[in-house]
């Protein structure tokens, strides 16, 4: 969950950028394995018999959740968002390994933080393996806030696995579930969006409570093309597909499946929340024209509904989201964490 | 690094029991492929013609680090105390992921980090493959600390590998190095210990480059029966052994290798940094008697010292370091890191 709204149009070095600039290109560090590294949501290990999907992801209380949260969803939701790394690859998952900073030895709040941590390993059958306790470093005279890194490892057979290249020109473009619900939630929570009583226990459960769709990802593996979990932001995510795949896209702004509880709030709200929100943990895909039926059968059998909400344009397109109206805007962009730094 | 020196005898719940009651014995999650979980160095995991060792470790500036490490050394520490789980169980480093939680996107502070880090992963043939970059939870008006988590792969033959529980009596303890150093350093820096500027160089090498015995736990496979990296203080981590296996054992603290440096120190000194200090990286392991002269072999072969230091007794005896003198005394506590909490 971020912490904040985005900046403005000066955004300082970026996630991604100080990924590429420091941490890749390694030439000479020999690679493993044949894998595949830094870019997709997970990477790829080929093991003889077996290909192992790996995903890390790291969490602060303050950060990622409020203050306030409590520690049983906290569990559930730092698992969650891992499995939703490896639902987008299509893996099973199999085991994960959890290394967590602690201002203190809190009984209370382990034992709360455990029980959902192992709720969502319990029913995603991913064993917990090893892991680390630390304290978290102090800032001044004040206890450090709860950290939490989780690395995850799926199965999935030789060759298999669903990365972000495979996107082409003519595509459909999919997402799973409803978009936008976390972030509308979040909105609430910081007192910047009056939600109806109604409409907000849905949303926070959205946002608390994430599904990771590993079922759909293990259907739509060779169906779809291309695959991105929905964390930073729907076009923000689907934006890595396309510059890892080198397409573009365009976006049916009336066909992008809203929550009921979404469509209580302005359509500019509901606009800015599904397109560039973040934290839903949905999946953002792309399958060929001629597989509608196909992906159409893989969320049945997933029991998760999907919606076609565009289409992907050759290189060199700018990416647009088309209106009900016929008029054209340009793509919305997600979640950076440093952007107000 | 540990940032304080341990409390008195009233512990509370420490690293090791917080680990055992809140995240062990999930039994209704069920373990894939056939493994080792919690408790030893790395977890095993068999798949099929490879075997895969992995260990994950988090680490904080402030708590691990001191607020003014180089950067370039907290990077070649970071990965080098997960190699050193891995030098443990005699895995082959291949691959490692990186979780960073950063106060501020500092490119200088990248950059340095980054090269340490990248020359860790050069010397030891271990890529990286993956990982996540967050802003670390601010405290308060004030950033929070920086925050690494990493988690290595090593790979060894399908059955082959190092644990813990394979100790039995009346077999050798044996140690890698000279124990001691990094924790006279660290008493150095927090001004609580004088030491003479001839040794500090030495002392806070050991310290800031800790040498993961890689080549050592490798050639140990087959050997010894029972390792663990000296992280927490080797009485601490020989504890751990012990446990695991079910056996006591005594050392002999005349033949407890010291380096000149450590040497330079009033004997409790020594004494204190060695058995119980912390933050070495050396290996601690057994063999049985009839094995020294193989043990002696495999270190000559990995470029690495190695000292006798005392002998596995069977269960129930009192673990205890016997003096020049004869007297006997009890066994050291090792670090914790909630002890001061």
């Known amino acids: 969950m971020p912490s904040s709204e985005e900046g403005g149009p000066e955004r300082p070095l970026d996630e991604f950028s100080l990924i590429g600039k420091f ?47 409590d520690p049983y969803t906290v569990g559930r939701k730092a698992l969650a968002v891992n499995l939703s790394d490896l639902a987008a690859a299509g893996a099973s998952p199999r085991a994960f390994f959890l290394s967590i900073g602690l201002p203190a030895a809190d009984p209370a709040w382990l034992e709360r933080f455990s029980a959902g941590l192992r709720e969502e390993a319990r029913r995603y059958r991913c064993a ?26 799926g199965e999935l057979a030789p ?10 020109p003519g595509d459909d473009i999919w997402v799973s579930g409803t978009p ?3 972030f509308a939630a979040l909105l609430a929570a910081w007192g ?66 809203r929550s009921d509880a979404l469509r209580t709030l302005p ?15 949905e999946l953002v895909f792309t399958a060929p024209a001629a597989r509608r039926e196909s992906v159409k059968q893989a969320a ?18 700018e990416n647009r989201i088309l209106e009900a109206d016929g008029s054209v805007s340009a793509f919305a962009g997600g979640f950076n964490h440093f952007s107000d730094s």
Chains 1, 2 share one sequence.
């Open 23 to 69: 941490f890749s290109s390694w030439t000479d560090v020999p690679v493993p394995w044949k894998s595949q590294g830094i870019g997709d949501d997970c990477a790829f290990l080929d093991l003889g018999a077996v290909r192992l999907a790996v995903t890390c992801d790291m969490m602060a209380i303050g950060t990622h959740f409020l203050d306030s949260a």
């Open 128 to 153: 917990l393996l090893g892991g680390d306790t630390t304290k978290a470093a102090s800032v001044g005279e004040k206890p450090g806030k709860t950290v939490i890194s989780i690395t995850a490892i």
């Open 159 to 168: 060759g298999a696995g669903t990365g972000r290249t495979g996107a082409a």
């Open 180 to 182: 936008g619900d976390a």
């Open 192 to 257: 910047r969006l009056r939600v109806s009583e109604e409409a907000l226990p849905y949303l926070k459960s959205r946002m608390d409570t994430p599904t990771p769709r590993v079922e759909l990802g293990q259907e739509l593996l060779g169906i779809a093309g291309a695959a991105a979990d929905v964390s930073d932001g729907f076009c923000a995510d689907l934006g890595h597909i396309l510059e890892r795949s080198g397409v573009s896209a365009e976006i049916f702004w009336p066909d992008f499946p």
């Open 267 to 281: 359509e500019a709200v509901q606009k800015r929340c599904a397109l560039s929100g973040g934290d839903d943990y």
């Open 300 to 317: 049945l059998r997933a029991g998760c509904r999907v919606s076609r909400v565009g289409r992907i344009l050759p290189a060199g397109c």
